[in-house]
């Protein structure tokens, strides 16, 4: 019942959220100085067609009636029309989210891996745990868009491993259900495709990854420091497991807590820094999007894609909640 | 909060001052290996990011003064040439000398981060203390309209309000600004809240104090050491959301060489294999960035707390509203 309870009160929190971002763009939008009646119908029209235009797109209406439009077109998913690209902005957001999607969760998996080889060989004092620790560190003091770009010329240009730009070699390879072209490539049989989508994920997503793990990490090395030296752990020694099952099935799991809710905290980053290493390593996702609709003003479009991702953010703190819930029932009383 | 522990572990013992918790095995060491680093590394390492903060603001003020050079003078007969004697950091594609240029777009970057961060301490400051002494209604919907800008990432936020308001020297600031006053509100209100709850305090308050005592000997020194270093640890960020900004194309115009200007040029110059173009402004903004967080190392702790823990125990403990007097 208290879970019950605790699992409410975060989704009503959700919900106030939303309305706060809506509210936000909302006002945004009133003061930007973007003129939509100049954008859909150019700046020849004459006066009286735009006089039309604002009365037939609702422009004349008392502002919180046209708040009130705009957040019921979001909860029927209307975004707006685009004013560069004359689609639904949904539509368009739905063709561009995968990629931004895929590169985000690559770069998740590539955070926790490097967050948990931090936080281990830190508090286990293995060899070179200074070394990862050092690059973290260095890594972390650096904008995401310089990491890619020293990425780049590493990798692309002298080494010559990795590919600079783009999601596959082949331009559209594999059209598979997901729209992770990685998962699609498999879901289809082709192995050779999945590899040179994953080369080409591999330095965008460790660019976008190192900040988040060194946040990642510290948090759980913290965890894993207090959790060694309980009493639970020294009886699970005492009765002999080994200190990897020890760590496996004792303290990781009491660790991971912390680590969890900041891993819902960067995941909101990443999306954020996506837009810019997208711009980078031309990226076919919503940053590219966004970096097109920028300079023509296009305000749906850029509104919807904020709203979104601001969305995918609250919504991940809130799993993040719930998970930490399920994880330590002593959180949600 | 503290205190209750502390007083529980000494009921056997009835010594005048409550012995300090047996500290446990984790503590101990961690104990160990921070007195081990303010020993050793911190000091050194400390003063280390002091002499290089100084030196790099030192290049970004007197270059700019001391070389006269016309900074928009192009001279494509020197365009691209490596660094040498008489140009440290090479010319970029157009014959530009880049340790000059480098040095002004430190400068401009500089300033916009220290304004920007400035705006958004002051802002803070002046909500936090505003939720905290009018609590209420007016504290719930403050803390509200904090937990709404944070709940969007304030990188994408600002790249929203970048694009609405267009870039300038000015945009930079505002985007810094309205993203980052947040967290010195939540710290300003917490503190003020704490303080409202300490004894001393309502001491004073019953000793007549008048509010503008209260503030400068209760209030201010509590609030400044913990302002400072929010301020200090803002403005490395800042200069980080001002290369970010305007490499995106919403910051600051071409023509204004801030670091992030020109490392969108630098990255441009990399086709042509002039890497000292990008080379010169990312290691000056990945040198300022660690020199300015590592001035700020252990300042945290030591910085104005007076030594209280649990700001938010604290906080929620002081809402009685007495320190409203």
């Known amino acids: 019942m208290a879970r019950l309870r605790f699992i409410a009160g975060r989704l009503a929190a959700l919900a106030v959220l939303l309305l706060v971002l809506s509210l936000v763009l909302f006002v945004l939008q009133e003061v930007s100085d973007a003129d939509p009646v100049a954008s859909t119908l150019g700046a020849n029209a004459s006066q009286e067609a735009r006089e039309a235009a604002r009365e037939r797109m609702g422009l004349n209406d008392p502002a919180p ?29 739905g063709t561009y989210l995968p990629a931004t999607l895929e590169l985000v969760l690559g770069a998740l998996l590539v955070a926790l891996v490097l967050a948990v080889a931090f936080a281990v060989s830190s508090v286990l004092r293995w060899r070179g745990a200074g070394l990862v620790r050092g690059l973290l560190f260095l890594g972390s003091t650096t904008p995401t868009f310089l990491l890619g770009i020293l990425g780049l010329m590493l990798f692309y240009r002298d080494l010559g491993w990795l590919p600079a730009s783009g999601r596959l070699s082949d331009r559209g390879a594999v059209d598979g259900p997901t729209g992770l072209v990685v998962l699609d490539a498999l879901l289809a049989g082709q192995p050779a495709v999945a590899v040179d989508a994953l080369q080409h994920l591999l330095l965008p997503a460790l660019a976008l990854a190192v900040g988040p793990a060194l946040s990642i990490g510290r948090v759980l090395r913290s965890g894993l420091v207090t959790t060694l030296d309980a009493d639970f752990v020294r009886t699970a020694r005492a009765k002999g497991l080994t200190e990897r099952r020890v760590l496996a099935r004792h303290v990781m799991r009491n660790s991971v807590n912390g680590a969890l809710s900041m891993t819902g905290l960067q995941l909101g980053f990443m999306f954020a820094g996506a837009l810019v290493i997208e711009s980078v390593f031309s990226w076919p996702g919503l940053g590219s999007y966004l970096g097109a609709s920028i300079p023509v003003s296009d305000f749906p479009a850029i509104a919807g894609v904020t709203f979104v991702l601001g969305a995918i953010y609250i919504a991940s703190n809130t799993v993040a909640d719930v998970l930490q819930g399920a994880a330590d029932p002593r959180i949600a009383l | ?323 409203r007097a």
Request: glycine share 14%; charged share 15%; proline share 5%.
């Open chain 1, 65 to 93: 009636e046209r708040y009130l439009d705009y957040v019921g077109g979001l909860v029927t998913g209307d975004l707006g029309t685009s004013f560069r690209t004359r689609h639904p902005v949904a539509d368009d957001i």
């Open chain 2, 1 to 323: 909060m503290r205190s209750e522990t502390t007083t529980r572990t000494t009921d056997r013992t009835p010594a005048p001052t409550p012995a300090p918790r047996r500290p446990t095995r984790a503590s101990r060491r961690r104990l160990r290996a921070g007195q081990a680093g303010r020993q050793a590394g911190r000091p050194a390492g400390r003063w280390a990011a002091v002499a290089g903060t100084l030196l790099l603001v030192g290049y970004a003020v007197l270059v700019p003064l001391l070389v006269p050079v016309d900074l928009d003078h192009v001279d494509y007969g020197i365009g691209a040439t490596a660094p040498s004697w008489s140009h440290p950091f090479g010319t970029d594609l157009a014959g530009r000398d880049l340790f000059v240029r480098s040095a002004v777009g430190l400068r401009i970057s500089l300033l916009a981060a220290l304004a920007g961060a400035l705006g958004a301490v002051v802002v803070g400051t002046l909500t936090g203390a505003a939720c905290a002494l009018l609590g209420g209604r007016a504290d719930r919907w403050g803390m509200r309209v904090v937990d709404g800008v944070n709940a969007v990432p304030h990188l994408l936020l600002g790249i929203v309000v970048a694009s609405v308001l267009r870039g300038s020297f000015v945009t930079i600031v505002l985007v810094v600004a309205v993203t980052h006053w947040t967290q010195t509100a939540r710290l300003v209100r917490a503190e003020l809240l704490a303080l409202g709850a300490q004894d001393f305090y309502r001491a004073a308050i019953a000793l007549g104090f008048t509010r503008r005592q209260l503030l400068r000997h209760h209030a201010a020194p509590r609030l400044a050491g913990q302002l400072a270093v929010a301020f200090g640890l803002l403005v490395p960020h800042a200069v980080w959301h001002e290369s970010t900004l305007t490499f995106l194309g919403l910051g600051l115009p071409p023509h204004r060489p801030s670091l992030g200007v020109l490392l969108d040029l630098g990255q441009q110059a990399l086709l042509s294999g002039a890497w000292w173009t990008l080379a010169a402004p990312a290691g000056l903004l990945v040198a300022i960035t660690v020199c300015l967080a590592g001035c700020l190392v252990g300042a945290g702790a030591g910085g104005g707390t007076g030594g209280d823990g649990g700001h938010h125990g604290g906080g929620r403990a002081g809402r009685t509203g007495e320190h």
